[in-house]
């Protein structure tokens, strides 16, 4: 670890290298769903898709110790519009990446079929499914353009009522999806989405958010160094004392 410090409650951690990024975030995690197992018998636990979490990922798929049997596993948005076989769905991800490769007790996602038909609908089935299973833990990244789950600035509400909602994505989200190889282009990329706010969130006990690359080093030092405001929406998280946020060098360097 090159650098462990506060910004107001939140716990900053920035690594030489994305892997011992990833690896020790990973631990840090494992080590919040044993205790919440130890303690409550069982865990729920809310996860982003993106590229950006898949060392993390890929390092909590062989943490030991774990009765995966007793964790619920739920993820934080999707897109309206997308086929529900479609690659770039996070639910599809997810699956790909975690849900897959580990026996957990349940496994809840964001209907993409439904959500075409009647997003709205498909919200409140999703927040009716939270209501009974409060998140423990919360798994997330940061955009580059500031936002938590597709939060983004202009959607972004610290005291929203709601904990799932319809949103339309800012061309700065959007662009993302393409920098990441996720689209081939930027009219490929849906509009509109479906995300738990940033209440439902931040309800979590515990936040692990994992930040590696260039391309988010601007959005760290705003989250980090800014003020706490949805012009970053990711600044939310310096009035969590239960969150704890992981960067590379790349990402990092200007809070070093």
Known sequence: MLKSFKSDALNVRIYESREEMGRCAASD???????????????NVVFAAAPSQLDMLDALV?????DWGKVNAFHMDEYIGLASDAPQGFGNFLKRHLFSKLPFGSVCCIDSAAAAKDPDAECQRYSR???????????????????????????????????VKVVDL??????????????????????????????ALMAA??????????SKREAVLNAVRGGISTDCPASILRAQPGATLYADMESGRDIL
């Open 129 to 163: 499914i939270l209501g009974l299973n409060p998140a423990d833990i919360a798994c997330m990244g940061i955009g580059e353009n500031g936002h938590i789950a597709f939060n983004d600035p202009h959607a972004a509400f610290f005291d929203d009522p709601e904990t």
């Open 29 to 43: 995690i494992a080590k919040g769903i044993r205790g919440l197992l130890s303690r409550q018998g069982r865990a």
């Open 170 to 199: 800012d061309d700065k989200c959007r662009m993302q999806q393409v920098n990441d190889g996720c689209f081939g282009s930027l009219a490929a990329v849906p509009r509109r989405a479906i995300t738990l706010t940033v209440s």
């Open 62 to 66: 062989q943490a030991p110790g774990i």
């Open 205 to 214: 006990k515990n936040i692990y958010c994992v930040v590696p690359g260039e």
